[in-house]
């Protein structure tokens, strides 16, 4: 796979990337040391926290960090018409991507040759199929029929999605992505590199999934809650993504909701929650997406060989896998 990039590219992904937009002027917990910031990333919760530079400082970066969340939005929304991924959604194809969805698009890549397709970005044409199954005021709660998973399911293939700094193309008439398994962990990471170019070494960084760099000024690790289970970790200059199917559900029942197996085109059952440690969040929240439709032995030899940390939860809220 070529990833150079010729001069003429560079100036546009130059361009593009000097060109961003602008959230309205963050409000701050306190002038002190450490400095709070709340607010949204890609329609979720966000937060930051910030130790160690004067409150002027820390606000000049918390202000450039909001310019780069919207700037990334405008990449990987799906809610936003004209953002990249919509446009290449739409199209098929996409000239000269901006290079952020490159190299996400690659992350994803390797996350789906590790994981044996567990991890598929192309999974956006079941999640329309769900979406709109269940909007229905007379929808059979047994969800989609089997004709119409499958060919939803024709759909979904990760090798048929061509991608180069130059251009990227959907091999397939009716393809779609999505890259909510990814993208939250890819502004993660790329707000902390932010950060720490303004100088910061003790910040915890939020944006759906979470990243913490170095430890707490005193040297203490982060202690970071997952969601809707009475569990909390800690962060040392690592990051962790967590999976669950109570993130997004189209049912009352929960039984239909946003992780979907990729061989199956159905919701995976099989935790309650999977919990990801990893250098970056990117890898973090990739990893935590696959796991969720993948078998406790399968987790752990892909954890082992990525050296990642992994928490996973059944159903009945018992730990089923715990790897350190």
Avoid at 34 to 56: E, N, R
Avoid at 93 to 120: K, W
Avoid at 144 to 161: D, F, M, Q
Avoid at 172 to 196: C, E
Wanted: hydrophobic share 40%.
């Amino acid at each position: 796979m070529n990833t150079a990039i010729s001069r003429r590219r560079m100036i546009s992904i130059t361009a593009a990337t000097a060109t961003v937009g602008m959230l309205p002027l963050p409000s701050f917990a306190s002038t002190e040391a450490p400095v709070h910031w709340t607010g949204k990333a890609m329609g979720i919760d966000a937060s930051l926290i910030l130790h160690g530079k004067d409150a002027s400082r820390s606000q000049e970066a918390i202000t450039a960090a909001t310019d780069e969340i919207t700037r990334l939005e405008k990449v990987f929304s799906l809610f936003q018409e004209d953002s990249a991924l919509s446009i290449l959604n739409w199209k098929g194809a996409l000239s000269m991507p901006p290079l952020d969805l490159v190299m996400c698009l690659y992350e994803a890549q390797n996350v789906s040759r590790e994981t044996n397709g567990a991890f598929d970005v192309s999974v956006q044409p079941l999640w329309a199929l769900y979406a709109k199954h269940f909007s229905k005021s007379d929808a059979n709660p047994t969800g989609p029929n089997n004709g119409h998973i499958a060919s939803a399911r024709s759909l979904v293939n990760y090798k048929n999605i061509s991608v180069s700094t130059d251009e990227i193309v959907l091999k397939k008439s009716g393809m779609a992505l999505t890259l909510n398994g990814i993208a939250q962990g890819y502004i993660t990471d790329k707000v902390s590199d932010l950060l720490r170019s303004y100088g910061f070494e003790n910040v915890l960084v939020n944006m759906g999934e979470t990243r913490a760099l170095g430890t707490k000024p005193d040297g203490s690790p982060w202690n970071v809650g997952i969601n809707k289970i009475d569990h909390v970790l800690p962060l040392d200059n690592q990051a962790i993504a967590t999976s669950g199917g109570y993130g997004t559900q189209f049912d009352v029942s929960g039984l239909y909701h946003h992780l979907f197996d990729p061989k199956t085109g159905r919701s995976s059952s099989l935790w309650s929650s999977i919990s990801v440690i990893a250098p970056s969040a990117t890898t973090a929240d990739a990893l935590s997406t696959a796991f969720s439709a993948m078998g406790g032995q399968e987790i752990k030899s892909v954890a082992e060989v990525l050296n990642v940390s992994v928490l996973g939860i059944n159903a009945n809220g018992e730990t089923i896998i715990k790897l350190n």
